[in-house]
């Protein structure tokens, strides 16, 4: 079983800068494909961003060149560089996990989330 634990959220001013962690443990994490996923007060969760396995990265429109998503395989560890911070970036951030199974069978793992809060 994977397990995820994010951390880093705090409150922020705007125009700040913020790095989420994220640590899996309980797999193989080279081979997992992670993300970084949103979810504000009234509004449907969507995916900030992305890295394979293979390390290709892919963000959301609304964040591209403000976020940067890297990991560190010796450290199982996602993280999520947030600058440039804005009131509507606030949400709980959860890290996201794929990994591949037999058969082309996917199994996915979500971590708790941390809070982020931007104040104007």
């Known amino acids: 079983q994977v397990r995820l634990v994010e951390s880093g959220g705090s409150l922020v001013q705007s125009g700040g800068s913020l790095r989420l962690s994220c640590v899996a443990s309980?797999?193989?994490?080279?081979?997992?494909?992670m993300a970084w996923y949103r979810q504000a007060p009234g509004k449907d969760r969507e995916r900030v961003g992305s890295v394979t396995s293979g390390g290709k990265q892919t963000y959301e429109d609304t964040v591209k060149g403000r976020f940067t998503i890297f990991r560190d395989n010796a450290l199982n560890t996602v993280y999520l560089q947030m600058d440039e911070l804005k009131p509507d970036d606030t949400a709980t951030y959860c890290c996201?996990?794929?990994?591949?199974?037999?058969?082309?069978?996917?199994?996915?793992?979500w971590g708790r989330g941390t809070q982020v809060t931007v104040s104007s």
């Open positions: 309980g797999g193989i994490f080279p081979k997992y494909d």
């Open positions: 996201y996990a794929e990994e591949p199974g037999p058969y082309g069978l996917k199994y996915d793992y």
